[in-house]
């Protein structure tokens, strides 16, 4: 509530995209986590001959790039939540209206049947 008891509605930029963007930055900041631990696996002498081993790190960079995520990226994912809401709200709206001029056609059909 505001200051004079009125609901405050709290509205995500839009941006451009955003489902694109969000998606991109996601995957890049996974590449980059991936490297930066790969690379700190190779300077404290792992052995990363064995698959067990790249996989561990690929899960480490996962979990990582995950978290790193959520904090940096909240403002594109709340933009990218934003837009496929309102895209959801309008196919809504279209099958709705759509429903219910089939629904009045059929209606009206059946009607002149009756009167005939």
């Known amino acids: 509530m505001s200051a004079n008891n009125e609901p405050v509605t709290a509205t995500t930029p839009r941006i451009p995209h955003a489902t694109l963007r969000y998606t991109t930055l996601r995957l890049g900041l996974f590449l980059v986590t991936?490297?930066?631990?790969?690379?700190?696996?190779?300077?404290?002498?792992?052995?990363?001959?064995?698959?067990?081993?790249?996989?561990?790190?690929?899960?480490?960079?996962?979990?990582?790039s995950s978290v790193a995520s959520f904090f940096a990226l909240g403002k594109y994912r709340g933009a990218m939540s934003a837009g496929l809401v309102a895209r959801a709200g309008r196919r809504s709206e279209n099958f709705s209206e759509k429903l219910s001029r089939k629904v009045s056609d059929s209606a009206s059909f059946e009607d002149e049947e009756a009167g005939a």
């Open 34 to 64: 991936l490297v930066l631990i790969w690379g700190i696996a190779e300077l404290a002498g792992m052995h990363l001959d064995d698959q067990f081993n790249r996989l561990f790190l690929l899960a480490i960079a996962l979990v990582v």
